[in-house]
């Protein structure tokens, strides 16, 4: 999806890339970006790195800063976005006291920082919540205390209806930046983006599916499993564009396609016998963006749903939406209209596996010469 341009076009499936079958009005985002000092968390994860490739391609920010735990990413990446606006903070959404520092000066926050392997969380529930939720309360005092214009969260379709603790604490972080408006003096603005797994990232299941497809078996958890599924460049699209248009309070979910887990493990490893292991703790059969009882505070765009805020008096732009109201079924990935069949699936893993040779490629080279976003 391309989010940059004003204009209106029609969007449909092609060429195994979904983009939404319907009028959109799309919003200039020129100059948006320009000058202004922009703060990433978690930064180094595979969400990071794209926000700061597509940001660094098209806007000229005063800052772009990087804050993370881990050293050895930021120097890996320092390798390859070494553009004179970037910065890299050494830091964890833990501690207040960093993040007071982190924050000055800055004018949007973009927070990506998060544990959510569900596994993982199910086991270390204490830790998860430090992060999730701890750290999410941490942001917004940052932010406040220190005029930060503009926050959006990263959420997950885990948070809606959660049924394992990843997924409650993301709905809890949601709840906290919603609320976080009501906090703020002098129209300082927060908001949230909740979307669905994305192709590509660190933690997809596409490279667990590579690796077994050397074994000629591929372990399927429910054959009748379905997943919402987009690309990073359109997670980092969806987000750069619910920034601009966030009045604060809103949680963004944006309309994307489906895929049966059993037609992605064919179009990685067609070859490959599928095992079926059983659904894992804290595993959904299908994933839920907007539930039945957000309806009532739910609009449809053409390319969009935006829960509207119930605890915030805000104005909001709701003259192109569609109210859901109390009759609505929910989103889910199982009751989607729009769907990715393995042709579809197939061309996707192809092209990323295209890409990252291309950016290995690209890494190789790095340490010696500027990336090519940030010449």
């Known amino acids: 999806m391309d989010f940059y341009n004003d204009r209106v076009e029609t969007r449909e499936f092609r060429e195994g890339n979904f983009v939404f079958s319907g009028k959109q009005r799309e919003i200039n985002m020129e100059n948006s970006l320009n000058n202004k000092v922009v703060l990433v968390t978690g930064g180094t994860g595979s969400f990071g790195k794209k926000f700061i490739e597509i940001v ?32 890299y903070f050494i830091g964890n959404v833990r501690d207040s006291n960093r993040l007071h520092r982190a924050f000055s000066g800055v004018d949007y926050v973009v927070h990506a920082s998060a544990l959510k392997i569900v596994p993982s969380a199910e086991y270390n529930p204490f830790e998860v919540v430090k992060t999730n939720v701890f750290g999410a309360a941490n942001i917004i005092d940052a932010a406040i205390d220190n005029g930060v214009k503009k926050v959006i969260a990263l959420s997950t379709d885990k948070a809606a209806n959660p049924v394992n603790l990843y997924g409650a604490t993301k709905l809890c972080a949601e709840k906290l930046f919603i609320a976080g408006n009501n906090y703020s003096p002098k129209g300082k603005k927060f908001s949230v983006v909740r979307y669905g797994n994305v ?99 739910t609009y449809e765009f053409d390319d969009k749903f935006v829960i509207y805020p119930h605890v915030v008096e805000r104005d909001f732009e709701r003259r192109d939406g569609k109210p859901l109201n109390t009759g ?16 579809d699936l197939a061309k996707m893993v192809e092209d990323k596996e295209k890409d990252d040779a291309s950016y290995f490629l690209r890494e190789a080279v790095c340490g010696r010469q500027r990336h090519p976003v940030c010449s």
């Not at 391609?57 to 606006?85: A, G, H, V």
């Not at 609505?328 to 042709?343: I, M």
């Open 328 to 343: 609505f079924a929910g989103y889910r990935s199982d009751n989607n209209k729009h769907w990715l069949e393995v042709e």
């Open 199 to 297: 192709f590509g990232s660190r933690g997809s299941v596409v490279p667990f599916f590579k690796e077994c497809r050397q074994k000629g078996q591929i372990p399927i958890t429910d054959e009748r499993m379905t997943r919402f599924w987009m690309t990073l460049e359109e997670a980092v699209s969806f987000v750069l564009r619910s920034l601009l248009e966030m009045a604060g309070g809103e949680i963004f979910v944006p309309k994307i396609p489906s895929m049966r887990i059993v037609d992605l493990a064919r179009a990685v490893a067609p070859e490959c016998e599928q095992i079926v292991t059983g659904i894992r703790p804290g595993e959904k059969l299908h994933e839920t963006l907007v539930s039945p009882d957000d309806g009532i505070h």
């Open 56 to 87: 660094l391609s098209k806007f000229r920010p005063r800052k772009l800063i990087i804050f993370s735990r881990d050293e050895m990413k930021q120097y890996e990446m320092q390798k390859c976005f070494n553009d004179p606006c970037m910065r």
